[in-house]
């Protein structure tokens, strides 16, 4: 069964302060690994997708990095507006068509 | 372009009721999946269409079922409502209904069982 397991479950920092977030995977075989960012009451926002070990994309103050067995998403300077929750989703070879396993997510409080 | 569009936004229904709820996809994305979203949790896969034909199903009963038309917008009828039934239910449209094509989000439709 794949697994995804997200850590912290909170995360609470200073703006301009940078931290990174945690995403730990267990599937038979990876396609695609998703990260997306989720205010509150509304639909995750998709960010990046990485295919392989050694990728990073970047966007902003985000960046995505991507190994054979866990994910970080790294945060630079955070500003209050990149509070949100975080989602890490995988891609299972075996999982048909495509098909996300999320995992329960970071929620992250940037204050000012 | 739009996005991917969802209605209702919120719904009210008793425990033994049946709802429907609408989704339309991205212009151009063929592709369409059903999550369930229970607070403090992330997105459960339910469905996924493609070319109007069922391509996946997740773990759910029999009383979740799904269709999609030749629009590509998709239905997500659930009968005989739970009170864990109530989640954010969220629809993703892809270009194509093969992995790992990035999936695209609608803002969700709350669904409240009391």
């Known amino acids: 069964e794949d697994q995804v397991t997200q850590s912290p479950e909170a995360l609470r920092l200073q703006e301009g302060e940078s931290s990174s977030l945690n995403c730990s995977y267990t599937v038979s075989g990876l396609r695609g690994l998703f990260w997306y960012r989720q205010d509150p009451g509304k639909g995750p926002e998709f960010l990046f997708t990485l295919y392989s070990a050694g990728e990073e994309k970047e966007k902003e103050r985000l960046k995505a990095t991507l190994t054979k067995k866990e994910s970080f998403l790294h945060i630079t300077a955070p500003k209050p507006e990149d509070s949100a929750t975080y989602l890490c989703?995988?891609?299972?070879?075996?999982?048909?068509?495509?098909?996300?396993?999320f995992g329960k997510g970071t929620m992250l409080l940037v204050s000012p | 372009d739009a996005g991917v569009t969802q209605s209702p936004t919120h719904l009210i229904k008793t425990r033994g009721q049946q709802v429907t709820l609408r989704c339309s996809p991205i212009?151009?994305?063929?592709?369409v999946s059903w999550y369930q979203q229970v607070l403090g949790q992330g997105p459960q896969f339910i469905f996924q269409y493609y070319e109007k034909e069922e391509r996946g199903r997740g773990n759910f009963p029999d009383r979740f079922s799904a269709r999609q038309f030749p629009n590509y917008s998709s239905e997500l009828n659930v009968n005989a409502l739970l009170l864990g039934d109530s989640a954010l239910y969220l629809c993703?449209?892809?270009?194509?209904?093969?992995?790992?094509?990035?999936?695209?989000f609608g803002p969700g439709t709350r669904l409240t069982v009391t």
């Open positions: 989703a995988v891609q299972a070879v075996n999982s048909g068509y495509s098909t996300l396993t």
């Open positions: 993703a449209s892809s270009r194509q209904g093969q992995a790992p094509y990035e999936q695209y």
């Open positions: 212009s151009g994305h063929k592709s």
